[in-house]
Antibody
Framework: QVQLQESGPGLVKPSATLSLTCTVSGGSISTFFWSWIRQPPGKGLEWIGYIYDTDSTNYSPSLKSRVTISVDMSKNQFFLKLSSVTAADTAVYYC?????????????????WGQGTLVSVSS | EIVLTQSPATLSLSPGERATLSCRASQSVSNYLAWYQQKPGQAPRLLIYNASNRATGIPARFSGSGSGTDFTLTISSLEPEDFAVYYCQQRSNWLTFGGGTRVEIK
C-alpha cells in the first residue's frame, strides 16, 4: 500500500515562498500523476497542480504564476513551491496520487492522499 | 472555470435513511466527475469516478449517476460511518471541486 507524507515549515512569512515535500513510500513515483491540493481551514478543496513523466506539469490557472511542482525520482519525492504567499494561502496542503483503474490512469482523480500539513502565512 | 454547485449544503438524516446529494456543473463535464467523502481531520476519500464507477473497496450502498451538467450521489441506507462531508469534482476543464454537502445525523 502506497503511503504519502507531506513535510515542510508550518509557518511562512507573507511574501515568502512556501516549500513542501511529499515523500512516497511503498511504491514507485516513476508512474502515476502526482498532485498538490489544498484546503483553507473550514473551507473547500482547491487543486494546485500535478506532475507526471518527470517534468510534465499542469497548474491551476489562478495560481500558475506562483506555483512550481517538481520531482526527484531518486528520492521518491515530489515538491511544491508557492511564491509570494499571503494570508489567503493559509491552508492544509495535501499531496496525492492520481487514480488508475483498468489500465487507465486519471490525472484528475486521486485515490491516495497524504495526511495533510497545515501551513499558516503570518508575520 | 467550471463551477460545481452542490445541494443541499446540509442534509440531516437518520441512520438507515436514503441520502441523495446533487452536483450541478456550470457547463457540461461529460462524465468526468468524481465524488469524495471527507471526515473531520482526515483527507478526502475517492468514492466514485467517471460519474458512476465505484472506486476500489467502496461499499455498494454508494452509487453515482448523471452526465453533462447534473449529477447525483446516492447512499442507499446510511451507516453511522457515512456522516461526513461529500464533494463532487470535475476533470473536464482543469480540476475543480464543489462546495460540499454535509450529511449530519438528525
Amino acid at each position: 500500500q502506497v503511503q504519502l507524507q507531506e513535510s515542510g515549515p508550518g509557518l511562512v512569512k507573507p511574501s515568502a515562498t512556501l516549500s513542501l515535500t511529499c515523500t512516497v513510500s511503498g511504491g514507485s513515483i516513476s508512474t502515476f500523476f502526482w498532485s498538490w491540493i489544498r484546503q483553507p481551514p473550514g473551507k473547500g478543496l482547491e487543486w494546485i497542480g500535478y506532475i507526471y513523466d518527470t517534468d510534465s506539469t499542469n497548474y491551476s490557472p489562478s495560481l500558475k504564476s506562483r506555483v512550481t511542482i517538481s520531482v526527484d525520482m531518486s528520492k521518491n519525492q515530489f515538491f511544491l513551491k508557492l511564491s509570494s504567499v499571503t494570508a489567503a494561502d493559509t491552508a492544509v496542503y495535501y499531496c496525492a496520487r492520481g487514480f488508475c483503474s483498468g489500465g487507465s490512469c486519471y490525472a484528475g482523480f486521486v485515490d491516495q492522499w497524504g495526511q495533510g500539513t497545515l501551513v499558516s502565512v503570518s508575520s | 472555470e467550471i463551477v460545481l454547485t452542490q445541494s443541499p449544503a446540509t442534509l440531516s438524516l437518520s441512520p438507515g435513511e436514503r441520502a441523495t446529494l446533487s452536483c450541478r456543473a456550470s457547463q457540461s463535464v461529460s462524465n468526468y466527475l468524481a465524488w469524495y467523502q471527507q471526515k473531520p481531520g482526515q483527507a478526502p476519500r475517492l468514492l466514485i469516478y467517471n460519474a458512476s464507477n465505484r472506486a476500489t473497496g467502496i461499499p455498494a450502498r454508494f452509487s453515482g449517476s448523471g452526465s453533462g451538467t447534473d449529477f447525483t450521489l446516492t447512499i442507499s441506507s446510511l451507516e453511522p460511518e457515512d456522516f461526513a462531508v461529500y464533494y463532487c469534482q470535475q476533470r473536464s476543464n482543469w480540476l475543480t471541486f464543489g462546495g460540499g454537502t454535509r450529511v449530519e445525523i438528525k
